[in-house]
């Protein structure tokens, strides 16, 4: 990933840069929200933004962490309504954000959790071109999946702009995948349709063009945006290519489960305090 670290010593990293990755790294390790870190830079300055999220990945990366792919956020009208932002971005998974498929959230991992449904993909080719096409993202897509993020903010009462949440490694937190794979010649995925559920009760809808006009568009966005920056997708990362409806706030003892036409289901439970002990 190329950003305004490159070719800084580890001691020159610019102040504001290692100051909101520090904050926003005890607040992941203490479970005491932030406050937001966009104050420490130049009003909408994405690009530092992006510099603190890299330097918490290359420490997550020193520490043993496993880069497993790429997540995009901001994808859907109406979480960048709920957010009040007017762009994607994206972030970094770790293979320790991994929840089994009807498994429960790990306690003590998230500070203020929410839960998206999404269509994951599986790449069986690299991405490399700058300006990448939907022919190239078909032709390298081994499999579509469905899947839940649940996202979560290190900045207190999710009080984000772009730049906190670009900081904040795109506001990533858990993922969980379905486990029977579907290749694209056998679903639309700008067609297919998404309602999750929580104690039996529709939380949230959407379709597949609600996804920057269809997932397919959203990896074609990502894909673009890190070969400029010098980290294409390659082949066997995992890409969760954004929310097809709004994003849920979830509490202890909620089960979510979401339904993806064409792709199944995928289920996720929150503890209790008592479970968690």
């Given at each position: 990933?190329?950003?305004?670290?490159?070719?800084?010593?580890?001691?020159?990293?610019?102040?504001?840069?290692?100051?909101?990755?520090?904050?926003?790294?005890?607040?992941?390790?203490?479970?005491?929200?932030?406050?937001?870190?966009?104050?420490?830079?130049?009003?909408?300055?994405?690009?530092?933004?992006?510099?603190?999220?890299?330097?918490?990945?290359?420490?997550?990366?020193?520490?043993?962490?496993?880069?497993?792919?790429?997540?995009?956020?901001?994808?859907?009208?109406?979480?960048?309504?709920?957010?009040?932002?007017?762009?994607?971005?994206?972030?970094?998974?770790?293979?320790?954000?991994?929840?089994?498929?009807?498994?429960?959230?790990?306690?003590?991992?998230?500070?203020?959790?929410?839960?998206?449904?999404?269509?994951?993909?599986?790449?069986?080719?690299?991405?490399?071109?700058?300006?990448?096409?939907?022919?190239?993202?078909l032709r390298a897509v081994d499999f579509a999946l469905p899947?839940?993020?649940?996202?979560?903010?290190?900045?207190?009462?999710?009080?984000?702009?772009?730049?906190?949440?670009?900081?904040?490694?795109?506001?990533?937190?858990?993922?969980?995948?379905?486990?029977?794979?579907?290749?694209?010649?056998?679903?639309?995925?700008?067609?297919?349709?998404?309602?999750?559920?929580?104690?039996?009760?529709?939380?949230?809808?959407?379709?597949?063009?609600?996804?920057?006009?269809?997932?397919?568009?959203?990896?074609?966005?990502?894909?673009?945006?890190?070969?400029?920056?010098?980290?294409?997708?390659?082949?066997?990362?995992?890409?969760?290519?954004?929310?097809?409806?709004?994003?849920?706030?979830?509490?202890?003892?909620?089960?979510?489960?979401?339904?993806?036409?064409?792709?199944?289901?995928?289920?996720?439970?929150?503890?209790?305090e008592e479970d968690g002990q």
């Amino acid at each position: 990933m190329s950003t305004v670290l490159d070719g800084v010593r580890p001691d020159a990293v610019p102040p504001a840069v290692a100051k909101a990755a520090d904050l926003l790294a005890e607040a992941a390790r203490t479970g005491a929200a932030c406050p937001p870190v966009r104050t420490l830079f130049d009003d909408g300055d994405v690009e530092a933004a992006y510099a603190v999220q890299q330097l918490n990945v290359r420490r997550g990366l020193d520490a043993g962490r496993r880069i497993v792919g790429r997540k995009i956020g901001l994808t859907s009208p109406a979480v960048q309504a709920q957010l009040g932002v007017d762009q994607p971005d994206f972030g970094a998974l770790f293979a320790d954000m991994a929840v089994p498929d009807g498994g429960e959230a790990a306690p003590g991992r998230l500070l203020q959790p929410k839960v998206e449904a999404e269509v994951a993909l599986v790449l069986g080719r690299d991405l490399p071109h700058r300006e990448c096409t939907v022919v190239d993202v078909l032709r390298a897509v081994d499999f579509a999946l469905p899947a839940l993020e649940i996202v979560d903010s290190r900045v207190r009462g999710w009080d984000i702009s772009l730049v906190d949440t670009v900081a904040d490694n795109a506001s990533c937190g858990l993922y969980v995948l379905g486990g029977t794979p579907v290749p694209l010649t056998a679903v639309d995925l700008r067609a297919v349709t998404m309602a999750m559920s929580r104690a039996g009760g529709t939380v949230s809808e959407g379709t597949g063009a609600d996804c920057l006009g269809g997932p397919l568009n959203a990896a074609v966005w990502l894909a673009t945006a890190l070969a400029e920056r010098g980290d294409p997708l390659r082949a066997g990362d995992l890409v969760l290519t954004g929310a097809l409806g709004p994003m849920v706030p979830a509490a202890p003892g909620d089960v979510f489960e979401a339904r993806i036409s064409g792709l199944g289901s995928v289920r996720v439970a929150f503890p209790t305090e008592e479970d968690g002990q």
